[in-house]
């Protein structure tokens, strides 16, 4: 099994909505990261999980809410999102030795309305 | 962190090389050279990655000069599939920002059949 999964694929939300974006991975992957990417833009980093551990966050604003409950799922929390905020947010997820390659899900597309 | 440099984007035809450029002159001297594309609707995929020498893979090969400071994707035998932004990413091989990955414009690759 060498994919990233992402749920749900489309997801349209109002600016006072709480919602999820979910990833799972079973490579036995222990970091794993959230990106967004704008249309035409490349992929932004946000967040990094490493051995379940937030190591790395980009600033990013409290609205967006990281979780990585076990060493195969990673979630988003989105809360009181603003129109700004559609995007596609990208989930991967790589070993934190060896090739140390990328694998990263097909993405979560959000329109936050 | 190093920053790459590549054009917005090239072109080629259908079962013709195509030689990808990025210029990174402020690479240190522990920074691997990453690529991965993007295809339409899809999240970036992995494709190859060196430190100094060249190297050959089943989806391509990356050609890095002499000094370093810059190197080239070359894909032997372009594909209409192989249409996709091409990124050139450098990843720090120690300490904490080793979990970064930072994705740059990247080049824009259209095939003509």
């Known amino acids: 099994d060498t994919e990233v999964t992402q749920t749900p694929k489309h997801l349209v939300m109002g600016m006072t909505n709480k919602k999820s974006l979910k990833c799972e991975q079973h490579?036995?992957?222990?970091?794993m990261y959230w990106y967004k990417q704008k249309a035409k833009k490349p992929p932004e980093l946000m967040f990094v999980?490493?051995?379940?551990?937030?190591?790395i966050n980009e600033s990013v604003p409290s609205r967006f809410s990281p979780e990585c409950p076990n060493s195969s799922l990673l979630n988003l929390h989105l809360h009181a999102l603003q129109p700004e905020d559609s995007a596609l947010y990208l989930c991967a997820s790589r070993h934190l030795q060896g090739n140390r390659e990328l694998f990263f899900g097909e993405g979560s597309r959000l329109t936050v309305l | 962190d190093a920053k790459t440099t590549q054009p917005n984007s090239m072109e080629s035809n259908e079962e013709e090389p195509v030689h990808l450029p990025c210029n990174h002159s402020t690479i240190s001297g522990t920074d691997y050279i990453h690529w991965y594309r993007q295809l339409p609707s899809q999240g970036p995929e992995y494709v190859i990655h060196g430190l100094t020498s060249n190297v050959n893979n089943r989806m391509a090969s990356l050609a890095i000069a002499e000094d370093r400071k810059s190197s080239t994707l070359i894909l032997h035998r372009a594909t209409l599939r192989d249409a996709a932004v091409y990124y050139c990413?450098?990843?720090?091989?120690?300490?904490?920002?080793?979990?970064?990955?930072?994705f740059g414009k990247g080049t824009l690759l259209t095939v003509n059949p």
């Open positions: 999980y490493s051995y379940e551990k937030l190591s």
């Open positions: 490579m036995g992957h222990r970091a």
């Open positions: 990413i450098l990843r720090p091989a120690s300490g904490g920002s080793n979990y970064k990955l930072t």
